[in-house]
T-cell receptor
Framework: DAGVTQSPTHLIKTRGQHVTLRCSPI?????VSWYQQVLGQGPQFIFQ???????GRGNFPDRFSARQFPNYSSELNVNALLLGDSALYLC???????????????FGNGTRLTVT | RKEVEQDPGPFNVPEGATVAFNCTYS??????FFWYRQDCRKEPKLLMS???SGNEDGRFTAQLNRASQYISLLIRDSKLSDSATYLC???????????????FGKGTHLIIQP
């Protein structure tokens, strides 16, 4: 069984541009979450989607948006990129909604975004 | 006060030694707890869930103290391959009952020396 897959693995963008990151969850998992990890910090929660609906949002500006498709894959979009958006963006899937008990996350390898 | 706090280390420990880390959390309503392991430039991977009664998985033991709001991880007979960053993770249910994701600490960096 394939794990969580993310694309692309690396990306370089310039300030002001827009980026779309993609994620496919583990087969059978209906929950997808997005996290941002800046060097030296732990991952920070951005969004959670469950059954194609947004179920949670972290403390990120409106430049960040996401969606989940009928096949449970997901996209994270970031508009008007800033230098501070440079980070590792992690997608994680779970069999249940986070908050519904002991639901560990299974992470993908991440997309490393560099904004210049 | 940060939501999940860990000593960043690094902890330099000789191979074969026992090492323990603690992590404190601020939200007393937190429901579930985990330790994740993250190798350099890799994604975090679940090491173990932490249960109220404490639990053990081989050389690893996790404990939860709800009264003092901390969790701990003990590694016995440490191996070179245990060198990694250990992330303390807490599921803090939001005040509106929404799904707020998991809250990660900054991680504790462990270096096992031969």
């Amino acid at each position: 069984d394939a794990g969580v897959t993310q694309s692309p693995t690396h990306l370089i963008k310039t300030r002001g541009q827009h980026v779309t990151l993609r994620c496919s969850p583990i087969s059978g998992h209906k929950s997808v979450s997005w996290y941002q990890q800046v060097l030296g910090q732990g991952p920070q929660f951005i969004f959670q989607y469950y059954e194609k609906e947004e179920r949670g949002r972290g403390n990120f500006p409106d430049r960040f948006s996401a969606r989940q498709f009928p096949n449970y894959s997901s996209e994270l979009n970031v508009n008007a990129l800033l230098l501070g958006d440079s980070a590792l963006y992690l997608c994680a899937s779970s069999s249940r909604i986070i908050g519904g008990g002991n639901s560990p996350l299974h992470f993908g390898n991440g997309t490393r975004l560099t904004v210049t | 006060r940060k939501e999940v706090e860990q000593d960043p280390g690094p902890f330099n420990v000789p191979e074969g030694a026992t090492v323990a880390f603690n992590c404190t959390y601020s939200n007393s309503a937190s429901q579930s707890f985990f330790w994740y392991r993250q190798d350099c430039r890799k994604e975090p991977k679940l090491l173990m869930s932490v249960y109220s009664s404490g639990n053990e998985d081989g050389r690893f033991t996790a404990q939860l103290n709800r009264a003092s709001q901390y969790i701990s991880l003990l590694i016995r007979d440490s191996k070179l391959s245990d060198s990694a960053t250990y992330l303390c993770v807490v599921n803090m249910r939001g005040s509106g009952g929404g799904a707020d994701g998991l809250t990660f600490g900054k991680g504790t960096h462990l270096i096992i020396q031969p």
